[in-house]
Every structure is written in C-alpha cells, then in structure tokens.
C-alpha cells in the first residue's frame, strides 16, 4: 500500500482579511476525468487531488497570503511541526480561529482524519484552545460530497484531554522526559501524535532565498549541466564544520576555471538564476521521493518559463512522481497557466471590496476546455480583475507626463535667468 497523506479541504473561519472572514480550499477535483495521465492522484474510485496547482492572480491579490496558509497547514497537520505563529502576522490580537482541516492517510490505517481546532491570539501569541479529531475508514462508497462529510456522531473522536492525563499500565506517568514528549504543549496540534513516523518531504522555495546556493552532499551534474551549460560540476569536497556553513565545494568551469568555496561564497559567483535552480530542483527530488509538497512562491522569478513548464511535467509524469507528490505554485506567468491541464487544478486569488481577499477554483469561471486557459485571463473576461487596470494606468501615465513636463519648464526657466 502506498505511504501517503494528502490534503483533501481546508477551511479557517476568523481570518479577518478574507472575504466573509473566510479561508477555503478544496483540494478535490471538481470535474470528471476522463482522461488522467499523472494530472491527478487517486484518493479513491473517482475522487482524485491534483498533482499540480496554480495560484494565479493580479498583483496584491493574496497569492502569497495563500500559498503561506497552504504551507503552513501541511506542517501543522501532515508533518506534525509546532509551527502555529508562522501565522501570527495574518491574524489579529484577540481574534478566534476556527480551523477544519480533512486529509486522507493512505498508512496503516487507510482513513479520512477531519482536524476540528480552535485557536486563540492574545498578547502573548497564539494557542490552541480546543481540538479534536474525527477518523472514519476510506469507503468505495463515498463520492466528492460524502468524503468531506464529517459530524460529532460519526467516526472515532479524539481530542486533547487524553495527553492531559497520561497512563502506562494503570499509573499515571510521573516521568518527565516522557511527559514532556508526550503531553502536547498548548501550541502544537493534536496531529503531532498521529502524524506520520517519517516526515513528509515538505519546501517551501520564494523569490528571498533565491541568491544562496543551498548546502548539499551530492548533487546530479546533470542537473548542473542543465541549469548552467557552462558548469561542469560542483562537488563536496570536505564537510567543515557545518554549523558555521563550512562544508567547502569545488566548481569546475568548461573552460577549465575551479573555484573551491563554501556554498555562501559559491553563490556570488553564480547567477541567481542557477542557484534558485539548484535550490528548487533539489526540493523538488526531495519531494518526488517522499509524496510530499513543494511551495513555490512566484516560480518564474529568476528562471526561464521552459526551467518552470519542466519542473511542472516532473510532477505530472508517473515515472518521475510515482508516489503522488504535489507541487504548489504562484505564478503570473501566462505560459505556465497553460501548461496546467485542468482549469480545477487552478486557483484564483481576487481582492474584492473594501480590501477583502477571495479564492476561487478558476474552474468556476471556465468551463470550455476548446479554448486556451490564458486567454480569458489576459482579455480579463473573467468576472474577476486578471490583469492591471488600463483606465489607472492611463491614469498614472497622464500623471507622470505632467510632472516631466513641469521638470522640463522648470529647468528651462533656470537657464534663461
């Protein structure tokens, strides 16, 4: 049976710069598929999740925002990490946040696991004030509605009261370390104790790490050669002391040039190009290998949109992602919406009025599949603005025009006194 958890829905009511104070992301497909060729993955019969997905929208409109909630729900969850300040920033100070999390664990025991928390923020930060876990086994009977259907009377429940008190053959453990390592602090979930023994491979890769070359033991010179024909290799060469990022590496040239360095110096003698390429790639066979999930905020930054639509078929060939990984990406690049084979794998972020953020399966605005993805998008025919605004742009350049015509004045005025 193959090791996996993959998200299936997410909802977080409290979050105050949502659209009706609301969070949400379906995971599902929301289309048949009559045609599947490594798009999606098989949670059961006909329910599938995507293998790829693409948060798309204008400038400010919150796909970063999205994509650090989608990150940040995979390591609380899935992975089991005490993370839950990473969001700290996105709420407010005595705000109350109602999470449901549903994922489906394909381990030992084959289940749909809803995660019901409630989280406080006060001064001090945030907390879990409440949580709970509901499980029911993975049916053949359940369809796209009847998977995320969860309630009080249904399924096996825990919830944090049973690592208030623990027992051990009849005594009540008095040992700390083993209190400690069992007894949840108030900031971690209750999905620490049922979160995989293995860690789901998880990277989260923007546009700020993208000058420093990462550290690593090998590395392919395939892939070397792939991202920067005039690299031969790179190498470890001694491992140094790797607090202080001492391992040291040497670069060959195809012209012959070696420089040997630690990765930190390395990288100011590589583009940025490369050594984002190098960073993401990694991620990404790192990902490949586990199931897991790689995050890319703003993908085409700093690489060639060929670099990107590659990275896309890894994760949508069966032979380079046998176990079903996901790859999570925002991106304002035309190209790479068309790439993405099916409008329900793509995600729409939108700042409605009063500033308020939404989310939408781009499915929801298109339907036809005779037509280019891109196209509806760049004419900003969709009900939705897509692109900058032309009126505030003439706006901004009459403005602008205006100025440098008064520059212009000015200065001849100053040469005739």
């Not at 379906?26 to 599947?36: G, P, R």
């Not at 798009?39 to 929208?57: A, D």
């Not at 400010?60 to 729900?73: D, M, P, Q, V």
């Not at 070696?258 to 984002?276: F, H, K, M, V, W």
């Amino acid at each position: 049976m193959e090791n996996y958890t993959n998200l299936l829905f997410v909802e977080i009511k409290g979050l105050s710069s949502y659209k009706d104070d609301v969070f949400t992301f379906d995971f599902l497909n929301k289309k048949n598929a009559t045609f599947n060729d490594g798009e999606l993955k098989t949670i059961i019969n006909n329910i599938y999740v995507p293998t790829v997905i693409g948060i798309i929208g204008s400038n400010a409109s919150g796909k970063t925002t999205a994509i650090n909630i989608l990150k940040w729900i995979v390591d609380l969850y899935i992975n089991g990490k005490d993370v839950l300040q990473r969001i700290k920033d996105i709420t407010s100070t005595n705000s109350t946040l109602y999470v449901d999390v549903i994922l489906a664990r394909h381990e030992i025991f084959n289940h749909v696991a809803n995660y019901k928390t409630t989280i406080k923020h006060d001064e001090d930060g945030l907390y879990i004030k409440d949580e709970a876990v509901y499980f029911k086994d993975l049916s053949s009977r359940f369809t796209r509605h009847s998977i995320l259907d969860f309630d009080e009377s249904y399924g096996t429940k825990f919830n944090r009261d049973i690592f208030k008190k623990l027992k051990l053959d009849g005594k009540t453990i008095t040992d700390e370390n083993i209190l400690k390592s069992m007894v949840l602090q108030k900031t971690e979930s209750i999905a620490r104790r049922f979160s995989s023994p293995d860690n789901i491979a998880s990277h989260f890769i923007t546009a700020l790490n993208k000058d420093k070359l990462p550290s690593f033991d090998t590395i392919s010179n395939k892939l070397i050669q792939y991202l920067d024909q005039s690299i031969k290799n790179i190498e470890l060469i001694d491992t140094g002391n790797p607090k202080l990022d001492g391992s040291i590496y040497k670069a060959t040239f195809v012209d012959g040039r070696e420089y040997i360095d630690t990765a930190q110096n390395l990288s100011r003698i590589l583009s940025s190009g490369t050594n984002r390429g190098i960073r993401l790639f990694m991620a990404a066979e790192q990902t490949l290998k586990t199931g897991g999930y790689l995050f890319v905020d703003e993908i085409e930054v700093s690489f060639h949109k060929t670099l990107v639509i590659d990275l896309i078929k890894l994760f949508y060939s069966r032979q380079t992602n046998p176990f079903g990984s996901t790859l999570v990406l925002t991106t304002h690049y035309t190209e790479i919406i068309d790439s993405i084979r099916r409008t329900d794998s793509i995600y729409l972020c939108n700042k409605c009025e009063k500033g308020k953020l939404e989310l939408n399966s781009y499915s929801k605005y298109i339907t036809r599949n005779d037509i280019k993805k891109s196209d509806p998008y760049l004419a900003n025919l969709i009900e939705v603005p897509t692109t900058p605004s032309y009126e505030k742009f003439m706006l901004y350049r009459n403005t602008l025009i205006q100025e440098l015509t008064r520059d212009k004045d000015n200065r001849v005025d100053s040469t005739q006194r």
